[in-house]
């Protein structure tokens, strides 16, 4: 089949890979200038880094085994993590049992209460019992009203916003799962993952691996409409022609290249966007459909990237329990990977979520730097806006799917109604939260299920491993 992917971020550059192992001609055609989505990067000090902080948990089987399988395993290192907690004005470590016996804005049965909680949430297997419960109604019956108002409700505000009570308690569920996943035996740290050379690699080969199948690879190539005839897709419509494309020469390379005006004939298309992106590509698609397609809604992920002289902490990912803080975490990338992989420069990320009609989600970089500025001089008094020696702001409108009870119910299909249709965007992942793992596992099923469908053959199969 010749088939045709929309978005290459990981779940679209997997899905065009097994295709095209299996012997289909696939094109890939991605928005941005770069590949990767999510997972695009930067250069700092010579060296790449994520636009959004990354690290995977030992349990990220899928993201294992690709490295694994792309010859990337020995790049992957992993690193004890070093977690904090910022409330009331101080910095606290938050990694072993002893740290949460001292962290004393909780009362001493509070902190023994709060442990024990999340040793028996990340202990459960069976996570359906948890389907029709919100994670805050859980939380402040099972650790307490003062543990929910000390440590996760600032932690589930911070990411949700205003939809913070109507977060399911799998979503809490599947996160503590991975975060306890990760911990060394007796529970003393947590390790975590990270590819030296940055995931970008992991992007580049998988691109590579798509050129040598005989695959397309195009960026600045923005689908503006999915072309429908009687019923089925027959191709994609480009917002301009003219587009980037990729060769595998010396390393990755890219061309300007011309694609015709008119529709881009394809037998099947996977789209890999957003749901509210997706919605605007398709033409009639019928309204309980796109009811479906609203019900999940998601925050956007607003991330600064600073490059600075000097470190702010000693903490990789310091939580911020503070409602006054225009950050909800900030996560000192130096204190994980070392600064002498970026010329000696520390880097710190500062990470939002937010709805996208918030006021700070379209600040521009210089005045939310201005804005941050007090609120780093309360993580360290001496930090002055003289070490930055570089700013950058990255965006993204689908940072976070919001997963409210009942989710299962309204998971979307990968088939859509539209014959050769599919959609494996990130509100279909569950009950895990979204992750490379999970965008892997998403691009692995929808091309069984795009494979199931030709010719070829294939098996058909999707489902969450347990
Ligand atoms: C702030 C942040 C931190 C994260 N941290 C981690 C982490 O530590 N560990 C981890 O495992 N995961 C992390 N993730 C999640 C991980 O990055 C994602 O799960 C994964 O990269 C999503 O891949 P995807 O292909 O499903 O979606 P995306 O990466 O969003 O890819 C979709 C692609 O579609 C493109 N597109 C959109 N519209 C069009 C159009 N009209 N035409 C063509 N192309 C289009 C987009 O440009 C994009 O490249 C993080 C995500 C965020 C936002």
């Keep these: 089949m010749n088939i045709g992917i929309i978005g290459g971020g990981l779940a679209g550059l997997v899905a065009g890979y097994e295709l095209g192992k299996a012997g289909h001609r696939v094109t890939i055609l991605e928005r941005d200038s770069q590949l990767g989505g999510q997972v695009g990067t930067l ?107 000390v440590v996760w409700g600032p932690l589930l505000r911070g990411k949700f916003g205003e939809s913070y009570d109507k977060v399911g308690m799998v979503w809490f569920w599947g996160k503590m799962r991975l975060r306890f996943g990760s911990r060394e035996k007796g529970l003393q740290s947590e390790r975590l993952g990270y590819l030296n050379g940055s995931f970008g690699l992991l992007v580049d080969e998988l691109a590579r691996a798509i050129l040598r199948a005989g695959g397309r690879i195009f960026t600045e190539a923005s689908v503006e409409r999915i072309a429908v005839e009687n019923g089925a897709a027959r191709g994609v419509q480009l917002e301009r022609p003219e ?26 298309v996977i789209a890999t966007v957003p749901s509210m992106v997706f919605e605007r590509l398709v033409p009639d698609l019928p309204v309980d459909y796109v009811q479906r397609l609203k019900a999940t809604t998601y925050q956007a992920a607003v991330c600064m990237v600073l490059t600075m002289a000097r470190p702010l902490s000693h903490i990789y990912w310091l939580n911020i329990s503070d409602p006054t803080m225009p950050f909800v975490a900030v996560i000192e990338h130096t204190n994980f990977v070392g600064a002498e992989r970026y010329g000696g420069k520390h880097v710190v990320y500062l990470s939002n979520y937010l709805s996208q009609d918030n006021p700070l989600y379209r600040q521009t970089p210089g005045d939310l730097l ?13 930090f002055s806006l ?53 965008s892997i596992r998403l691009g692995r099923d929808v091309s069984r299920v795009v494979a199931g469908k030709s010719r070829l053959g294939g098996v058909l199969s999707r489902g969450n491993e347990k």
């Design 243 to 268: 587009v980037l494309s990729w060769r595998e020469e010396n390393g990755l390379a890219k061309d300007v290249h011309d694609l015709p005006e008119d529709a881009l004939p394809f037998d099947a």
């Design 370 to 382: 201005q804005t941050y500025e007090p609120h780093l001089k309360r993580i360290n008094p001496e």
């Design 43 to 149: 250069e700092v000090g010579g060296e790449r880094l994520e636009r959004f902080y990354h690290h995977i948990f030992t349990s990220d089987s899928h993201v294992r085994e690709l490295l694994a399988e792309l010859g990337l395993a020995s790049r992957l290192v992993w690193i004890s993590s070093k977690v904090g907690f910022f409330r009331d004005g101080s910095l606290w470590d938050f990694v072993t049992p002893r740290d949460l016996l001292n962290f004393t804005p909780l009362s001493l049965p509070n902190r023994v209460r709060l442990g024990l909680a999340s040793v028996y949430i990340q202990r459960q297997a069976n996570w359906q019992k948890y389907e029709g419960v919100t994670a805050r109604d859980w939380i402040v019956k099972y650790a307490g009203r003062r543990n929910f108002e």
């Design 386 to 438: 003289s070490w930055v020696e570089s700013y950058r702001l990255f965006r993204d409108d689908s940072g976070q799917p919001i997963v409210t009870t009942n989710y299962s119910q309204k998971l979307l299909p990968m088939e859509t109604p539209v014959g050769g249709l599919y959609l494996a965007n990130t509100t279909q992942i569950y009950p895990e939260d979204r992750g490379m793992n999970y």
